[in-house]
């Protein structure tokens, strides 16, 4: 089980992965927006979607888990 | 002049509104987001009012809320600083119906210039040079390759509601304009509400200058000189100087009667920008027109002595313009750069509490902040946290002074773009006056930071 978190607080602008799909290491999974920027947060090992956290518009602290992936 | 004005903004625009504000006698109400409880602006102002919950679309866009706390506290008029809801037609407009005077043109006018599309259009008519490329909504990425391939690459994708870079895609090929489209026009539905896209010939190592407006009600305006701001990162400005070490004066002359020009015809009245790039051989094309106060507004009021925010008021107030063009001074040479709260290598935003800020003082440094230390940096609104200004006869003194300050400005607890602003100023290629859009790609070297 990898998880996935927050680099930096912000809003949940975008999820675009789903549970189940297979990501692969470096792809996007969630886009974080903070002070008015879009931040691609993405996947450190290739795996399937397990489990998401969060849903968009919702705000999310620094190191809070976004997404888990196995 | 008014006797009481709220000021629609937060951080360091909204206390140097109040600033002047305050020396011409009026009253300033303050409003604020629970995220800027601790906010400068709201302790500087005579009254302030909590207006809704941290995110923008809560506080700081909420048309209604505003209005209605302008009308609790009978302020006369309202200064939308600007971003926020300053080149808001819909909120100029609700102010013009309550019998609130809204301190920036009239409502039209900013809708007509927020269409970058109609904008161009606009300008065309006015006889002011625009880029070459099309004036019309591209539905497709079939209809913008059909576009493209009749002006030639490369090109520039753009957003007819866009702003501040977003939805902006260089394409030197089909393939890349293609594969572009699609997503810059989600992002620019998604940000601005309004997918429409259009192109523009991509101009190669341009240069950034705008011109400053002032018109008055009575169909009288004087251009304040230019304002060059090359040195950008993701399409937003970093540094800002007046005047522009590339222009002579043949074509400062012909780009301020330009502007002018412009703003006669579509009869527009306040303070106003209009951007131009310029290429190397010093053609210059018609940008966009930010019909409001700009950030880099200072510059511009350390070279003549001008006060903007103050002619601002005097023209909403229904006064005439106090200056004639030929009594414009254009004395020494001001440098801005903008301080913001992000990573200086990768330009990711970096919110967090501020645990030391102490700014540098000194007869030729100017500082505009709402930034203290204990303060924290929100992930809500806009990075740029202070604004510093350095003065001098020439460029190469407004240089050396900005760099000094620089060295002995002190933020800890979040990051910076500081040692970014050193190394460009410090750089000989900006030393020279090699000052492109394309200056930080070709220039900046990523460094180490704590």
């Given amino acids: 089980m990898n998880q996935i978190i927050a680099t930096m607080a912000g809003s ?35 795996g399937v979607v397990k489990h998401i956290h969060v849903q968009e518009g919702d705000f999310v602290n620094e190191g809070d888990v976004l997404v888990e992936i196995e | 002049m008014f006797s009481k004005v709220l000021i629609a903004n937060r951080g360091e625009i909204a206390v140097r509104v109040i600033r002047t504000c305050r020396r011409l006698g009026i009253q300033t109400v303050a409003i604020y987001s629970e995220a800027d409880a601790d906010s400068l602006h709201v302790s500087l102002a005579d009254e302030a009012y909590l207006i809704g919950k941290p995110r923008v679309a809560e506080s700081y866009l909420n048309i209604e809320k505003i209005i209605e706390v302008a009308k609790t506290a009978k302020a006369e008029a309202i200064h939308p600083g600007y971003g926020l809801l300053s080149e808001n037609p819909a909120f100029a407009r609700r102010c013009e119906e309550e019998g609130i005077v809204f301190i920036g043109p009239k409502a039209d006018i900013i809708a007509a210039m927020g269409s ?19 004036s019309f909504a591209l539905d497709s990425a079939d209809e913008a390759a059909k576009a493209a391939a009749s002006i030639g690459y490369p090109v520039m994708l753009k957003a007819s509601a866009g702003g501040g870079g977003i939805g902006m895609h260089i394409a030197r090929d089909e393939a890349e304009l293609r594969q572009a489209f699609e997503g810059s026009q989600k992002r ?70 330009a502007a002018v020009r412009a703003a006669r015809y579509i009869g527009y009245a306040n303070a106003g920008t209009i951007e131009f790039l310029v290429d190397e051989q010093k053609n210059f094309y018609f940008l966009e027109m930010n019909t409001r106060l700009q950030v880099e507004h200072p510059v511009t009021e350390e070279i003549t002595g001008i006060d903007i925010v103050e002619e601002q008021l005097c023209i909403a107030a229904g006064e005439p313009l106090r200056y004639k063009q030929e009594e414009i001074r254009r004395d020494g040479h001001a440098m801005e750069v903008r301080i913001y709260a992000e990573d200086p290598n990768t330009f990711y ?30 992930p809500f609104y806009d990075p740029m946290i202070a604004k510093l200004i350095a003065k001098g006869p020439d460029r190469q003194t407004a240089i050396e002074r900005l760099l ?20 460009v100023l410090s750089h000989p290629a900006f030393q020279a006056g090699d000052t492109t859009t394309d200056f930080l790609s070709k220039h900046w070297k990523p460094i180490k930071t704590k």
């Fill in chain 1, 12 to 46: 949940v602008w975008k999820i675009v992965v789903a549970v189940g799909d297979r990501v692969e290491e470096g792809q996007d999974v969630v886009i974080l927006e903070s002070m008015k920027m879009e931040i691609p947060i993405a996947a450190e090992t290739s």
């Fill in chain 2, 116 to 134: 970058k599309i109609e904008a161009r259009r606009t300008m065309e008519q006015a006889g002011v040079p625009i880029v070459p490329g099309v």
């Fill in chain 2, 188 to 257: 620019a539905a998604s940000f601005f509400g309004d997918g429409t896209m259009y192109i523009e010939k991509y101009i190669e190592r341009p240069r950034h200058i705008e011109i400053q407006l002032l018109a008055d009600s009575y169909g009288n305006c004087v251009y304040l000189w230019e304002r060059e701001c090359s040195i950008q990162r993701r399409h937003q400005k970093v540094v800002e100087e007046a005047p522009s070490p590339f222009l002579d004066e043949e074509t400062r002359q012909k780009m301020g009667e």
């Fill in chain 2, 349 to 378: 935003p970096s919110p967090g509490r501020i645990t030391v800020f102490s700014a540098p003082q000194g007869e030729w440094i100017r500082h505009e902040t709402a930034v203290q230390s204990g303060i924290t940096v929100t």
């Fill in chain 2, 404 to 423: 000094e300050a620089l060295r002995d400005y002190r933020v800890e607890g979040i990051k910076t773009n500081i040692p970014l602003l050193e190394a």
